[in-house]
């Protein structure tokens, strides 16, 4: 078994720790194994106080988790995901029907080591302009539960924000470099918002932005990011998660027959976002009142990556100049890039 | 006859085509088992297993050699543990990760029969230990050393290796 070797270190005792996985800030004090095997095997034999898990592009399977688990005799264990890898950590947390958790808390990477437990600050991500947010730790006191939800999260709305939503896309286009992964973006707004804002008052424009985010969220799967970027302007990153990829590939359909030939784009983003386009103009909004339209209708676009963009910027760019010719041609419909009228 | 200190560790999910045979085998010898769903839980029973047992590993090779055939390396570090795998067929000995398997000291077993001589062997090599420790707490003149205990580690000699290529 590789690991390092334990010494004792200022301040926060680590010598009960044990790192999975590569880290990058795991330092001195931690033992530290390479994979689950080791680790369980290591579990087994002394005890730990806190596992530390990074979880692999694939897996790791909740099987090992549990062993781990069964064998650690009460270790706390934690994952460290990248922010694509929330929405399985969180399952692997709250598992439905389980009366106990496979782990008992996640950490979205770049995670500090050095910041953990005892109350200890989260220090900002080294290597990043931004720091984004990290969640549901039960180490962490409330204020700075509070701070990471201002930090990535829309204040209105409750959905991701823009920060959170451009970070995410640019952690999953890397990804999706290495891994050959599916990822469309749609960008969209709420046609004539101003509308409502000066028919019926601020109030009711915010209720039609929350609305719209709820909706959302709804059609989509819940590893799909859903943001609000600002103003009446909205943004969803669809990707496809890598496990779901391995698994489905070849199996049911060629890849051809997953993409709109003439698009290139994926099917699944496209079916989600013409159900979220016709959900929310079916919905009979009742704040809006008798003598309001009752309805709303919004306007977007969709860029894939790498056809219509390799980078944020330019994906945001694609996604934006097909809502525009969405709206030039009369509203209320979602359109590709490079499609006309 | 009963093989209490010998131990079999099944690492195998309910469908996998191995567990029936297998672990009807080694119920059949009266060695102790655990069916594992996987080789994570494998290598839980093994790391909770008692110190001083022999233990023995089974499995498909597809399963066994996850996360880059560590689970070889484990047994191989833990006295008095074997690691076998089970092959349906010779076709997937032909990879390289066969030869990798092969110097971590597993046995590799085309079919139920090969791996039943294998526990056979290794039960009967701990019955006669059980027995010259029991003549030794008796005061008895044995030998100090049994020349009959499993090999350390459980390495395959270079005969052996030789004998397995040979016949592949």
Known sequence: MQRVEKTASAGLDRRNWLVVGELEAAKAGCSKCENMLDAIAMAAQERFDTIFVVMPSVGPAAGALRTLRRVSGGAKIVLLAQMHQEARARALMRRPGKTTNVVDDYFIRPFDIESFGNGAKVAAPAGREQPVGFVCSDYKDATIRELEKLATHDDLTGIKNRRYVREFLRQIIKQAGKEDLCVTLLYFDIDDFKHYNDTYGHGVGDNVLTQAGIMMGRCCREHDVVGRIGGDEFAVVFWDRPDEKKATAGKDEPESERRITESKHPREPIFMAERFRKAIASAKLSFLGSGGKGTLTISGGLASFPEDGETVEELFAQADKAMLEAKRTGKNKIMLVGQTG | ?168
């Not at chain 2, 085509?17 to 769903?37: D, H, I, K, N, T």
């Open chain 2, 1 to 168: 006859v009963s093989n209490h200190n010998l131990f079999v560790i099944i690492a195998a999910g309910q469908r996998c085509s191995l567990l029936p045979g297998v672990a009807e085998l080694v119920e059949r010898m009266g060695v102790e088992y655990v069916v594992c769903q996987d080789v994570y839980d494998a290598v839980g029973e093994l790391a909770t297993a008692e110190a001083d047992r022999a233990v023995v590993v089974v499995g498909g090779f597809e399963e066994l050699s996850r996360e880059g055939m560590r689970l070889f390396e484990i047994c191989r570090l833990r006295k008095q543990t074997r690691c076998c795998c089970i092959f349906g067929n010779g076709r997937e000995m032909a990879s390289g990760r066969f030869f990798t398997a092969i110097r971590a000291g597993v046995f590799l077993a085309r079919g139920l029969d090969e791996f039943g001589r294998m526990v056979e062997q290794l039960a009967a090599n701990e019955r006669e230990v059980a027995d010259l420790s029991k003549m030794l707490k008796k005061g008895g003149n044995g030998p100090a050393k049994s020349n009959v205990s499993m090999k350390q580690g459980g390495v395959l000699s270079r005969a052996e290796i030789e004998a397995l290529l040979g016949a592949g």
